[in-house]
């Protein structure tokens, strides 16, 4: 199985951790979050279909 990409920016992930909390982010956490991304445009993508849309709006993550 090929490698997922990354969908989120670690960089600023990474900096808004240390900056709201000042914790460290482990790399996992990216993972992670690109994960439950990856999950939430799904069901957006399935949501907007369903209106027989071909453009997913903000509404569709809802």
């Not at 999950?39 to 849309?53: F, G, H, L, V």
Request: proline share 0%.
């Amino acid at each position: 199985m090929a490698e997922k990409e990354t969908l989120v920016v670690a960089s600023k992930v990474k900096a808004y951790i240390k900056t709201t909390a000042d914790m460290k982010c482990s790399a996992a956490v990216i993972d992670v979050l690109s994960d439950k991304i990856r999950e939430m445009c799904d069901t957006a993508i399935e949501n907007a279909k369903a209106a027989k849309r071909k453009t997913v709006q903000d509404k569709d993550f809802q």
